[in-house]
């Protein structure tokens, strides 16, 4: 009976840890190691002071953020007016004199 109170406490254990997931294995190396020592108040209190010391973020979406923020540039190689070609890099500009051209040799 007591070992399966155990491996159920360990289980919880752990699952405590990997929802730390903001953190690297190396962060969490220390109560992974004394799972069976430290108590669950102890992991937790353990990994939070770590996440706080390291300014973690714990916004899931952060990443999401990030790619919003990102512009995107799109050019049209069909554009024939001046202010198109004016806002292009040159080698898109040269891609369409080639299209123009029709030398697809």
Known sequence: M???KNS???EKKQALIDSFFMLNSEQK???VDNID???LDE???KLSVICVRNKVSFDLNDSEKKE????TTTYNLDSTT???YANMPAWVARAIEV???GNFD
Request: net charge negative.
């Open 37 to 39: 020592k430290y108590s």
């Open 68 to 71: 919003e923020e990102v512009k």
């Open 99 to 101: 299209k123009n051209e």
């Open 29 to 31: 190396k220390d109560c």
């Open 43 to 45: 992991i937790e209190a």
């Open 8 to 10: 159920i406490d360990k």
């Open 82 to 84: 001046d202010d198109a």
């Open 2 to 4: 007591c070992d399966f």
